[in-house]
């Protein structure tokens, strides 16, 4: 019998930059592609050309669109890999839009670069272009949920993973028995997204940990937004809400749509300013299988909102100063058309910024949220006098009780568990807590182990 195993090449001891190499016999299949993010001593591995050849690489399996799962493709293909790259549909839609604008942001970091002379480079290049990642687009290959498609000696299957839009589990079938790889597991009290599918009667499981040491705050996730947006309308004032693109400003429209209608907020201007959400809109729309949210009410939800585009009108959002709401990018206040209109709205006590997520330390949003009375942007200070509130109910993850009882929903316990895509406190959280509550024997692997299956 053929030799089985997984190569934990990314995603083991942090959060960030999945990618899982299965080995059965002769095939080689990578489990999602994605970039390290975050500390710069994660991001140097960006660089490293990783430890397999990705010419050997049969194909690549896609658990879901997020940049940390797929946003080294083009970088991979630039390394030599021609396989196919399998994804959702869904997923390849998305892809579509994030790929290319990732390969936007490396071209103009390494022009920044140069512009400033701070690489050690004399002409500092872009992990990948715009073109790279257009490229890699044609390399796709869907497979819907249910459906079953052979690569080499191993065969693939979806399962839905709830999350993000076209998220999915990814079972192999191996000599060594059935593998599946979670992904990122949605939550099932999500506002827009459909729970993730029971597991099934995997031999082996590589779960994400990301929640694996706390739990979601309870609560009505909607009545905690309504009051203080409400109080800021009412005084007239503008409510900025940064945002990522994918999931949340979809999530925070559904929100906005649900109050103005029961008369719990009234009815004032929605602005996205985010080319991005946008696009992404548009494909969430263009999917109502795939979430709670059917044809109609995607055109009154997605419908409420005014989409800008283009620099003139992001202008003229910031420039009025009348009541409204606007969605912007980026979620952390790192980047993005949200920095003007930071710029433009915080220094008025009327206003609302409304923070619906976690936000790292360093970034703006956590020196908003700690009590920042100014915040640094594009070179200057801009003062804070607007009302700053924090939203921790709006997470697109399972947190570590609806990991645990997704896991617990396998038909017998599996050979081996293992934990990846999550900060060492987290995984080692989970690790103990599956312990205690199943009995089962959990691993946490390390960059770059490579364990046999068998």
Partial sequence: M?????????????????RFLLENGATKVLVDCGLFQGLKVLRKRNWRRPHFDPADVDAVVLTHAHIDHSGYLPRLVREGFRGAIVATPATRDLCGVLLPDCGRIQEEDARYAARKGFSKHEHPEPLYTEEDAHATLRRFETLRVGEELALGSTTLRFSGAGHILGAASATLATDAGAVLFSGDLGRPDDLIMRGPD?????????????YGDRDHESGDP???????????????????????????????????????????????????DSPMATDVTE?????????R??????????GRATYTRTVEESKEVSADDGRKIVISASGMLTG????????????????????PGYQPPGTRGRALIDGAKSVR???????????V???????????????????????????????????????????CKVRDELGWTVDVPDQGEVVELG
């Fill in 283 to 291: 494909i969430y729309a263009r999917h109502p299988e795939l979430h």
């Fill in 336 to 355: 993005g058309r949200v920095l003007h209109h930071l710029k433009a709205f915080a220094g008025d006590e009327r206003n609302l910024i409304v923070l």
């Fill in 389 to 431: 509130v924090q939203m921790p109910y709006f997470s697109a993850h399972a947190d570590r009780g609806q990991l645990v009882s997704w896991l617990s929903k396998c038909a017998a316990p599996p050979k081996g568990t293992f934990l990846v895509h999550g900060d060492p406190e987290a995984s080692d959280a989970l690790r």
């Fill in 293 to 302: 949210l059917d044809r109609e009410r995607c055109v009154d939800v997605f």
């Fill in 2 to 18: 053929a030799t089985t195993s997984i190569g934990f090449h990314g995603a083991a001891g942090t959060v960030t930059g999945s």
């Fill in 377 to 387: 942007v594009h070179g200057r200070d801009v003062r804070v006098a607007a009302e």
């Fill in 222 to 272: 909607i009545a905690a937004f309504a009051r203080p947006v409400a109080r800021a309308l009412e005084r007239g004032g503008t409510v900025l809400v940064p945002s990522f693109a994918v999931a949340r400003t979809q999530a925070m429209l559904f929100v906005v749509t649900d109050l103005m209608e029961r008369g719990e907020l009234p009815e004032c201007r929605v602005f996205v």
């Fill in 198 to 210: 029971d597991p099934g009667s995997p031999d082996w499981v590589v779960m994400e940990s990301t």
